[in-house]
């Protein structure tokens, strides 16, 4: 099998790039052209969303549903309006869809003014959708960008109340989704024991695995009828980048952890899912001379430059795992070492790499975030942790951690009885997550080192662990280079169940882990939520807003154990600090 090279990657977005309609403003009145379209019975079953803004343009989509069993194209009119009520419009257009493109449309509405709210809905066969709010990047200086970020929406696994609470915030310029915005799993697979009890069951005709164009189009079609995250799209325009659940768990270049024999050729299902994926978000396609990429640059002014990257599927080599270093004689530490610091191990690609580190050195705003799945920080906990890892409820992990924990506070007061037996439980230390940076340190290392050289004030923000965390980031000289902020879930389950803690157990993990991982600042190891980053030209303040439940249709916002967290620009001061009073 190869890799998805130019030729792939061309065949995945063609269909996408086709349903791309360019509107530059008026071009009539909102309406579905055709009398044999005002007939069908159709609906907008699943809202509206905007996606992808640049100062002077947006992407605009919805999904008409046909209700009569017809398969002819339909035609589909928008609008955009400077208010809600529409009488102000600034463009307006008609285009068909159809079974093609799974009855989908995009249009990237351009000539529009930086840093403007507009309004936009669609009409087919004299039925209107929803109606949805956007707005366009700021242009020159501007004093605040606001972000919510978010990541791992598993529709089986609970109810999307913090897609709800994210709609809810106020002054939000983009909504960052950091990927698994679908799951590919079936009934009865990952997290969803509870799904017949919550009404969140898949579909007769979509209850398994998803491998075909036909079965990912429908996962996204479940996905899309849920109203909470219909309300965030029709809030905000999203910014999105897909991680591995889009296509398979732990998805690498050529191949993905849950891709098993029997289930066809990898490189068609990816095709498949890329494809599906095109089709369902507001992304903007890759333009005709740049096709093979979905990595790309958001520009909020002086202020902030966003780097959304693709750490999955284009420069991704297959993930290291322990059980290829443990053999009879134990854990081969020198073997395991040489492959993970390997200078050829890459995980964004050489053509990528090349592409962020221009854009780092070509960007003058104030703050280089980087949108991206996975952790960047370095989470090396005691080795000895491992065995208690892979046997997560086994019991000894709450009394080992204890010891760890109490090994080092010794040490970190300059204990002078410690033995070297006990130093060395806490200093041999290994990867907790070989899917994250943690398994390609020698590209983590030439990334950080050239935000470092080029004096940038670095903002990583993640997703894919289901949990919040905060790391402090540094070169392994220990050069402060930025922070990194990471959002818990929308639903999926985090460490409290692959841990086997207890709700009383919870506060002891977090404490215990932050005080072994040098450089972690912050965890929440059991709650659901999202993350607003608010970026000023003073600082950059990560506030963690987490929901009660997933598992009921009432909710709250969990006020309690709201977490929030800033740092400050310029070269002596990339650590995280508390926020002000």
């Not at 599927?313 to 020198?334: H, M, V």
Request: charged share 20%; aromatic share 8%; proline share 3%.
């Amino acid at each position: 099998m190869s890799g998805l090279n130019r030729r792939d990657f061309l065949r995945a977005s063609a269909l996408a790039v086709g349903t791309i309609v360019v509107s530059s403003g008026l071009q009539g009145c909102l309406s579905s052209s055709s009398s044999d379209d005002a007939a069908r019975e159709l609906s907008f079953n699943h809202g509206v969303a905007s996606g992808d803004p640049l100062a002077d343009r947006v992407i605009i989509w919805t999904r008409v549903t046909p209700l009569d069993g017809r398969s002819a194209d339909i035609s589909v009119g928008w609008e955009i309006a400077t208010d809600a009520a529409f009488t102000d419009l600034v463009h307006s257009g008609t285009a068909t869809t159809g079974a093609a493109r799974d009855y989908t449309l995009k249009v990237d509405a351009q000539n529009l003014l930086p840093g403007t709210t507009y309004y936009y809905r669609f009409k087919a066969a004299d039925v209107i959708s929803p109606v949805g709010r956007m707005k366009t990047l700021p242009a020159g200086s501007i004093d605040q960008v606001r972000f919510a970020v978010m990541s791992c929406s598993n529709y089986p696994a609970g109810y999307f109340h913090v897609y709800a609470a994210a709609a809810a915030e106020s002054e939000l310029d983009a909504v960052i989704h950091l990927g698994d915005y679908i799951y590919e799993y079936g009934n009865g697979g990952y997290a969803t024991e509870d799904a017949a009890a919550l009404g969140r069951l898949l579909p007769d005709n979509n209850a398994g695995e998803i491998l075909t164009l036909t079965d990912y189009r429908r996962r996204y079609a479940l996905y899309r009828t849920d109203t909470d995250l219909q309300s965030l799209h029709a809030a905000a325009p999203f910014i999105a980048v897909w991680d591995d659940h889009e296509v398979a768990n732990d998805t690498w270049r050529d191949g993905a952890e849950n891709h098993n024999e029997g289930e066809g050729d990898f490189t068609a299902r990816k095709l498949a899912a890329l494809q599906a994926y095109f089709e369902w978000m507001p992304v903007r396609p890759a333009s005709a001379n740049d096709e093979e990429t979905i990595y790309r640059r958001f520009d909020f002014g002086d202020l902030v430059s966003l780097h959304m990257l693709d750490t999955r599927i284009i420069g991704r080599d297959e993930q290291l795992d322990y059980a290829n270093y443990i053999g009879a004689s134990g854990f081969d530490a020198t073997a395991f070492a040489a492959d993970v610091s390997d200078s050829n191990r890459t995980l964004l690609g050489q053509t990528q790499l090349n592409w962020l580190q221009t854009q780092l050195a070509t960007s003058t705003a104030i703050w280089q975030v980087l949108g991206q799945q996975i952790l960047m920080g370095r989470m090396l906990l005691p080795a000895e942790m491992l065995t208690a890892l892979q046997s997560p409820g086994s019991g000894d992990l709450t009394t080992m951690l204890t010891e760890l924990v109490t090994i080092k506070l010794r040490r970190q007061a300059g204990d002078p009885t410690l033995t070297s037996e006990e130093i060395a439980r806490i200093e041999t230390v290994i990867p907790y997550n070989l899917d994250a940076w943690d398994g390609y340190a020698y590209e983590r290392e030439v990334l950080l080192g050239t935000a470092r050289g080029l004096n940038q004030n670095l903002i990583v923000l993640a997703g894919d662990t289901h949990n919040a965390w905060a790391n402090n980031l540094a070169t392994l000289s220990g050069d402060a280079v930025g922070v990194e902020f990471a959002t818990a879930s929308v639903s999926s389950p985090g460490l409290e169940e692959y841990l086997g803690l207890s709700d009383a157990e919870v506060p002891g993990a977090e404490q215990a882990i932050t005080t072994l991982v040098d450089g972690l600042e912050y965890l929440n190891a059991n709650q659901r939520g999202y993350l607003v980053v608010t970026f000023t030209t003073n600082d950059a303040v990560a506030d963690w807003r987490f929901v009660d439940t997933v598992k009921s249709s009432t909710w709250n916002l969990d006020t309690s154990r709201a977490k929030s967290l800033r740092t400050l620009p310029g070269a002596a001061n990339r650590v995280l600090v508390p926020t002000l009073s």
